[in-house]
T-cell receptor, first 110, second 113 residues
Framework: AQRVTQPEKLLSVFKGAPVELKCNYS??????LFWYVQYSRQRLQLLLR??SRESIKGFTADLNKGETSFHLKKPFAQEEDSAMYYC????????????FGKGTKLTVNP | KAGVTQTPRYLIKTRGQQVTLSCSPI?????VSWYQQTPGQGLQFLFE???????NKGNFPGRFSGRQFSNSRSEMNVSTLELGDSALYLC????????????FGSGTRLTVV
């Protein structure tokens, strides 16, 4: 079964502190993994995907196939990072649905 | 270019009624997917349309249906509304349905009373 688990519903850190949002997945095969972000009163938008290996807004995520994890990390959190973060997977090659985790609400305190 | 447009933004319906939601994708995008977002279940896939054909369907009852027109605009319909259908319904479009190419709309907030 395809499943994405984000164990933390809420995460609160102080500005300048490192942040890690956890994501574990279950999928038979090789999925594509994504992080989506939703800022307050804005649309859901793609933050990054594992295959592109990019760093977006200082965030990185490494796919660990052994631990079936795709944790999102940032070394120094900023107040503007406060948002809902969703981990998602799909089958390789596109044209497959996205399966989302339930999301983690990150709050970065001043 | 214009983004994904969903109408209406808000909707209040009574149990037992039916409702139709609309989604206009980005120009040139031929794939439209629909998701239901609730506090309890999170984001769940409803269905995907590509070139007027339903290509993928999630685990929702038959009361949930959709269609896509030749201009790629899509509608979803929910019949015999239940209180549990109250949710934010999101539409996403992409060029060919590639999951990494999704652009989401702002959603339609449906409240069933």
């Amino acid at each position: 079964a395809q499943r994405v688990t984000q164990p933390e519903k809420l995460l609160s850190v102080f500005k300048g502190a490192p942040v890690e949002l956890k994501c574990n997945y279950s999928y038979s095969g090789s999925p594509e993994l994504f992080w989506y972000v939703q800022y307050s009163r804005q649309r859901l938008q793609l933050l990054l995907r594992h295959i592109s290996r990019e760093s977006i807004k200082g965030f990185t995520a490494d796919l660990n196939k052994g631990e079936t994890s795709f944790h999102l990390k940032k070394p120094f959190a900023q107040e503007e990072d406060s948002a809902m973060y969703y981990c998602a997977l799909s089958g390789q090659g596109g044209s497959e649905k996205l399966v989302f985790g339930k999301g983690t609400k990150l709050t970065v305190n001043p | 270019k214009a983004g994904v447009t969903q109408t209406p933004r808000y909707l209040i319906k009574t149990r037992g009624q039916q409702v139709t939601l609309s989604c206009s994708p980005i120009s040139g995008h031929r794939s439209v997917s629909w998701y239901q977002q609730t506090p309890g279940q999170g984001l769940q896939f409803l269905f995907e349309y590509f070139s007027e054909t339903q290509r993928n369907k999630g685990n929702f009852p038959g009361r949930f249906s959709g269609r896509q027109f030749s201009n790629s605009r899509s509608e979803m319909n929910v019949s015999t509304l239940e209180l549990g259908d109250s949710a934010l319904y999101l539409c996403a479009s992409s060029t060919r349905g590639e999951s990494y190419g999704y652009t989401f709309g702002s959603g339609t907030r449906l409240t069933v009373v």
